[in-house]
């Protein structure tokens, strides 16, 4: 069976500060890697993945996760975040021949 | 490219009427599309994997006989929450699969919130 850990279910941090929100999964087989972003009310957006290749993967919005496949994590990092930033993370692993489990989200609020 | 999109995007409606949600790929084809149900402040809930021209399979304990899905072209599924009780408020998000990824990522829908009074 595969599951996703989202280590944090709140992260509150200040305008420009940096930020990680970390993921855990466990799997038995090779996995496909997602994160998402929900704003209030809308559906899912896709921030980035990682499906082979290089591990550092750079997404949409300055975000970037690295894929590390001896720690089983996903960690989601930005530089500097914004104020627009403040929204549900979610982690999601797709297992080949499977489907897409969602981690259970961490809000991330942003403080100016 | 790859947008979903959800009609309506809000429903309100009476306990024991049924209603209809439709979730469309507008720039691409997808044989597969996911109906997930979201709770407030929590995860994700897969609901059932609609597949085109076939059956949906649904995940254990969501009931076949109340949520009627039907995947009758590459472009089009539909969600409908039939006999509706207030139980049955939710968000429900549907996303879908293009059919020349073969990583398998899916595009979401924005999402229908659904009041039943």
Not at chain 1, 77 to 91: G, N, W
Request: some cysteine.
């Amino acid at each position: 069976a595969q599951s996703v850990t989202q280590l944090d279910s709140q992260v509150p941090v200040f305008e420009e500060a940096p930020v990680e929100l970390r993921c855990n999964y466990s799997s038995s087989v090779s996995v496909y890697l997602f994160w998402y972003v929900q704003y209030p009310n809308q559906g899912l957006q896709l921030l980035l993945k990682y499906l082979s290749g290089s591990t550092l993967v750079k997404g949409i919005n300055g975000f970037e996760a690295e894929f590390n496949k001896s720690q089983t994590s996903f960690h989601l990092r930005k530089p500097s975040v914004h104020i627009s930033d403040t929204a549900e993370y979610f982690c999601a692993v797709k297992p080949r021949n499977n489907d897409m489990r969602f981690g259970a989200g961490t809000r991330l609020t942003v403080k100016p | 490219g790859a947008v979903v999109s959800q009609h309506p995007s809000r429903v309100i409606c009476k306990s024991g009427t049924s209603v209809k949600i439709e979730c469309r790929s507008l720039d691409f084809q997808a044989t597969t599309m996911f109906w997930y149900r979201q709770f407030p402040k929590k995860s994700l809930m897969l609901m059932a994997t609609s597949n085109e021209g076939s059956k949906a399979t649904y995940e254990q304990g969501v009931e076949k006989d109340k949520f009627l899905i039907n995947h009758a072209s590459l472009t089009l599924s539909t969600l409908t929450v039939t006999s509706a009780h207030p139980e049955d408020s939710s968000f429900y998000i549907c996303s879908a699969r293009d059919r020349r990824e073969y990583q398998e990522t899916q595009y979401f829908g924005p999402g229908t919130r659904l009041l039943v009074l």
